[in-house]
DNA sequence: CGCGTTTTTGAAGCCCCTCAAGTGTAGTGG
DNA sequence: CCACTACACTTGAGGGGCTTCAAAAACGCG
C-alpha cells in the first residue's frame, strides 16, 4: 500500500542509496504536510525561493505565461517528487509552480535543507543526482517539441509520465492516474487542446492508449513506443527498480 | 584584451563571489588546453562522463541525433561554459556534445575536480548556481519551442546568445562572433534551415539585426526584444555585471 | 437537476515544411 | 590565376499539419 510519505521516500531513496536513517531526518525536519487546493501557486515567478517542496499527493507543474495570455507548461511534478532544493541560489524565481489538482505537500525550510545537507553528504548526492535527471526530462521535452509531430509528442509525453509513475509504484497493470485535462496537455506540448484532442481519438481508435476519467490506459506499449521513438535511459533509473 | 581562460574566470567568478585563490586552483588543476577540430564529439550519448569540459574558445552544443537521422540541439556551448560539473553521479550520458567550430578546451580530472567541490564551498555553490541558470535555460527553450511562431523564436535565441557572450565580455558595440550556420539554427529552433533563412532576410530587412559573416549585429535591440518577449531575468546575472 | 467545465467534431486558413534549383563564397590544387 | 569542389545561403512553388473559430455533446459536482 502506498502510504502519502511513500512515493518521496521512495523516490529519494533510489536516488542516492541512503541509510534509513539519512531519509528519516529528512522526513523529521519536514513541516507537517499541508492541503493546497486546485489551480494555487506554491510559489511565483519574480519570488524569491525560500523553501523545499515535496509533492505527496496530487500533480503540479512549473510553467510560465507569456505577454500574450499563453501558457506554457514546462515539467509536471507528480507525487514524490520535490522541486527547488537549491534554489536559494538565485535571486528570483524565473517561473511559477502551481497544483494542477488538489495536492498534499511538505515543505522544508531551507536553513534545514542546507544543514541537512551539509552533514550528510549521501543526500547532497542524491539531490544532484534528481537534478540531474530533471535537467533531462527538460532536454527530452525540447527533443520533442522541436522534432516530433503532435502524435509522436503526446505518445512521448504519456510514456514519460507513465515511466515516472512506475518508478514511485503508482502504476498497476499498464494504467495509471493522469488527472491532466487536455488543455492542460496542450500547454506542456505546445499544441492546442483541440488538436490534443483529435491525437488522442486517434491513438483510442487504435487501440493503443486511453485517455480518460483522469487515467490512463496503455493497450499496447510497443506500439507506443515505436510512435514515440521512447527510450527511457534518460530518466536513468538503474537503481532501485520497481516491477 | 580576452586571454583564452579569460571568458572562464570571468563567468566562474561572476556566479560565485569566489576568492581569486580559490578560481586559481581550479585553473591549475586543470589539464593542458587543447584543439579540437570541428565538428568533433566531446562525448558521446551512451559514454560514462568522466572528466570537466570547459570551452576556451569556440562553440560547441549538446545535441541528440534522432532515428530518422533529424538533430535536436539542446544547448549551445560558448567560451567560459563548462559542462558535467557532477554528471559522475549518473551512468551514462542521455545526449552527445560536439563542436561546431575548432575549439579550445581544458578538462579536469572528475577526482580534481571532486577534491576541489569538498575542500572549496564556494565552489560548489558557484558550480550549483551555473547548474540552475543551464536549467533556466533549457526552460526558456521550451517557451519558446512550445509558445513562438519561427520569428519570435529566431529573435529570443538570438538575444539569448547575445546576452551570454555580453556576460563573458565577448561583445563589442551592439554585434558578437555567432559562427553559427543556418542550418545549425534550424537544428536548435526546431525548425529548417530554408524557413531559419527567410526569418533572417525579414529581420534584416526590416533593419532589426543582420546575422553574416559568423558575426551578429543587432541593429534595434528594443524591437528585437519586443518581438521576442526577451526578459533576461533567467539567465540570473546579478552579479559581476560587464557593460 | 442545473450549471460550469471538459471533451468532441467540423470547416476554413495559415504557418512552416518539402522539394527543387540557383547563387554566392572559401578553400584546393593545377 | 583560374578551374574545381564543397558548403552555405537564397528564392520559389506547392502541400500538409496544426490553428482558429464555432458550436454541440458529455461529464462532474453542488
Redesign the pocket.
Known amino acids: 500500500m502506498v502510504t502519502p510519505a511513500n512515493a518521496f521516500v521512495r523516490k529519494i531513496k533510489a536516488y542516492g542509496l541512503l541509510a534509513d536513517g539519512d531519509v528519516r531526518r529528512l522526513v523529521e525536519a519536514s513541516d507537517p504536510p499541508r492541503k493546497i487546493a486546485a489551480h494555487r501557486d506554491l510559489i511565483r515567478e519574480g519570488d524569491k525561493p525560500s523553501v523545499l517542496f515535496v509533492i505527496l499527493e496530487g500533480w503540479a507543474c512549473r510553467y510560465k505565461v507569456l505577454p500574450d495570455g499563453n501558457r506554457q507548461i514546462m515539467a509536471f511534478l507528480m507525487p514524490g517528487d520535490f522541486c527547488d532544493v537549491h534554489a536559494g541560489e538565485l535571486e528570483e524565481m524565473d517561473h511559477s509552480i502551481g497544483t494542477l489538482t488538489p495536492c498534499l505537500i511538505v515543505t522544508v525550510p531551507r536553513r534545514d535543507v542546507e544543514a541537512l545537507v551539509i552533514s550528510t553528504p549521501a543526500l547532497t548526492r542524491a539531490f544532484w543526482r534528481a537534478q540531474l535527471i530533471d535537467e533531462g526530462v527538460l532536454r527530452a521535452w525540447i527533443v520533442s517539441m522541436g522534432r516530433r ?3 509522436e ?1 503526446v505518445a512521448h509525453l504519456m510514456l514519460e509520465l507513465y515511466a515516472r509513475m512506475r518508478n514511485v509504484g503508482l502504476t498497476t497493470d499498464h494504467s495509471c492516474e493522469l488527472p ?4 492542460v496537455l ?1 500547454d506542456a506540448l ?12 486517434e491513438l ?1 481508435q487504435q487501440g493503443i492508449m486511453e ?4 487515467t490512463l490506459r496503455i493497450l499496447d506499449i510497443i506500439a507506443l513506443g515505436k510512435i514515440a521513438g521512447f527510450d527511457d535511459n534518460y530518466l536513468h533509473r538503474k537503481i532501485g527498480k520497481v516491477a
Do not use: E, F, Y
Not at 505546445?190 to 481519438?201: A, C, D, E, F, Y
Open positions: 509531430n503532435a502524435l509528442r491532466l485535462t487536455q488543455v496542450g505546445g499544441l492546442t487542446s483541440v488538436h490534443v484532442n483529435r491525437v488522442l481519438r483510442r485517455l480518460g476519467a483522469r
